[in-house]
């Protein structure tokens, strides 16, 4: 079955880029069932989506992040990645990509990767 | 965005009781093709979300049939008919019709 796996710096300095990228295994990420997501959450808090890419390459992103994120794809690699520029010690958090279906159970995020750790501190 | 508020934020259970949780929207969820986008996810201690339910009330592959959801419009409702000691988490109601995705803030559900 497919899994995810995120990778990735777990400290960045503020002011810097966060680039975390999602490996995709057991299935090909060029399906297209399915939009590729980041989701991330604060330690102790709820979970906020930062946006989704479908394999196109069109995007869809948080308007509260939307001019610090960037996230592509590399059907390539099967592999999905995510830019968050400017960064500050609000974006610490755990992140976790995830997949969001188009088939039967669309708007469900069906598969999710264990989540990264990133830590912005200098 | 479409504010999502849960209730309780915190539910003890006794073990093989039922346990429910409150999802409101602030506005409808019902999407111009006609469907809802409302999604359950639990996320035990130091684990990743699990979808358990999508589209309201349809229960994800391998999710115990002891979890339904129900609900329309702005209400939704998660019910656990008996919970096991595996149940434990918090769970997560999701909407996925309008732009930005957006999540409850959560319930814990612990045993008493």
């Known amino acids: 079955q497919v899994q995810l796996q995120e990778s990735g710096p777990g400290l960045v300095k503020p002011s810097q880029t966060l680039s975390l990228t999602c490996t995709v295994s057991?299935?090909?990420?060029?399906?297209?069932?399915?939009?590729w997501s980041w989701i991330r959450q604060p330690a102790g808090k709820g979970l906020e989506w930062i946006g989704r890419?479908?394999?196109?390459?069109?995007?869809n992103y948080n308007p509260s992040l939307k001019s610090r994120v960037t996230i592509s794809v590399d059907t390539s690699k099967n592999q999905f990645s995510l830019k968050l520029s400017s960064v500050t010690a609000a974006d610490t958090a755990v992140y976790y990509c995830?997949?969001?279906?188009?088939?039967?159970?669309?708007?469900?995020?069906?598969?999710w990767g264990q989540g990264t750790t990133v830590t912005v501190s200098s | 965005d479409i504010v999502m508020t849960q209730t309780p934020l915190s539910s003890p259970v006794t073990l093989g009781q039922p346990a429910s949780i409150s999802c409101r929207s602030s506005?409808?969820?019902?999407?111009?093709?006609?469907?809802?986008?409302l999604s359950w996810l639990q996320q035990r201690p130091g684990q990743p979300p699990r979808l358990l339910i999508y589209?309201?009330?349809n229960r994800f592959s391998g999710v115990p049939d002891r979890f339904s959801g129900s609900g329309a419009g702005t209400d939704f409702t998660l019910k656990i008919s008996r919970v096991e000691a595996e149940d434990v988490g918090v769970y997560y109601c999701?909407?996925?019709?309008?732009?930005?995705?957006?999540f409850g803030q959560g319930t814990k559900v612990e045993i008493k």
């Open positions: 589209k309201i009330s």
């Open positions: 995830a997949r969001e279906s188009l088939r039967s159970e669309r708007g469900g995020m069906d598969v």
């Open positions: 999701m909407q996925a019709t309008q732009f930005p995705w957006t």
């Open positions: 506005q409808s969820l019902v999407h111009s093709d006609g469907n809802t986008y």
């Open positions: 057991g299935g090909s990420i060029s399906s297209g069932s399915y939009y």
């Open positions: 890419i479908y394999t196109s390459g069109s995007t």
